[in-house]
């Protein structure tokens, strides 16, 4: 016996959610029956704004719902340092600890040859133009250390090596509250490599 | 920094969904702005669509997108037996396995006093009423064995016990493929009390 066709429609939708399966679509198709219909309706809106009102910034690739991101707009930030993050989420992380006064750039995802994506799809060609082009003295490079964060790094470190900018990348190692025992040996490695001098 | 309005709006609307916080819902609504315009439309049609066009059956209370559902209109099956389940999920769990021939009766949830959820909150006095008056020869309870599902098979237990009908509960015991080793104690008193005599 098969689910009516409205719920089948709802339930693929769900499934296209990143992380969403079979069950948890289920799940959430038949909430939706037991919610309120202007609820539904502000929900069904609230899809179609997002798609229609979010947009990319031109000059950093964030999002936003004007011309040009609030960041880009901002006069009183440096617009000397780049932080250059593997998504907009990131942009957000590093705004909410507001010690970060520069730009950023968002690329358009990793370097990953085994999913066919190279360095074109991700917007490096534009990251560099802009940073040859607007004087721009840091590029802070704040990727994850994934095999393809790694890939990225190297790839664009190896485009600046002949341009005038100092490039810098966030530190790795064991997080606070975290304990040696149990942290993964990868991690253990980079905060043994990247230790400093404390007296 | 906040996140766009309309990124926020759709994150509340997420929120709705059982087990859905704060970070997947964030998740989820990034991922909105990644997909194709037609298959957030979609999505969107279709949640209004399933809100619109699901009803519940008048008789069973199973959904269905016509004035009857497809079972209690289904003129080859054994109407002198119904199957009482706790949601809609669990017809088509049981219709899935095409070994039922008879009716259902979905309750409105189960009672449960710490959450304000009485006996007339969940559709029992019309269960009771249905089968008073329909000539049904057995019902059995197929609800889940938590606290208020036990709560609520005793509750109809009782005022089915002047009635002429067999009632009946379906069996819970060790699932196959588990381990007696493993098994929760409360599975494993009900699979010894309800032990069965094999030769």
């Known amino acids: 016996m098969e689910y009516p066709n409205s719920i089948i429609r709802l339930i693929e939708n ?12 289920e799940r959430y198709a038949f909430s ?3 919610l309120e219909k202007e609820d539904v309706i502000d929900f069904s809106e609230a899809l179609v704004d997002v798609k229609t009102k979010i947009k990319k910034c031109p000059l950093c690739n964030n999002i936003t719902e004007d011309e040009v991101c609030s960041i880009c ?17 990131n942009v957000f992380s590093f705004e909410n600890l507001s ?31 802009r940073i040859k082009e607007e004087n721009i003295k840091e590029v802070i490079l704040a990727i994850n250390p994934s095999i393809e964060g790694e890939t990225t790094l190297l790839y664009i ?39 400093k001098e404390v007296s």
């Open 14 to 25: 769900f499934k296209r959610l990143p992380g969403v399966g079979e069950k948890s679509a």
């Open 32 to 34: 939706i029956n037991e």
């Open 73 to 89: 707009k901002d006069e009183t930030r440096d617009k000397s340092t780049i932080c250059v993050v593997e998504n907009i989420k």
């Open 99 to 129: 010690v970060y006064n520069g730009l950023y750039f968002v690329l358009d995802g990793l370097i990953s040859p085994i999913d066919g994506i190279g360095p074109e799809d991700i917007n490096i060609e534009y990251l560099i133009r």
């Open 157 to 195: 470190q190896k485009l600046l090596e002949n341009i005038d900018v100092t490039v810098t990348r966030i530190a790795h190692g064991i997080p606070l509250g975290a304990d040696i025992e149990y942290i993964d040996p990868l991690t253990l490695e980079m905060a043994l490599n990247d230790r």
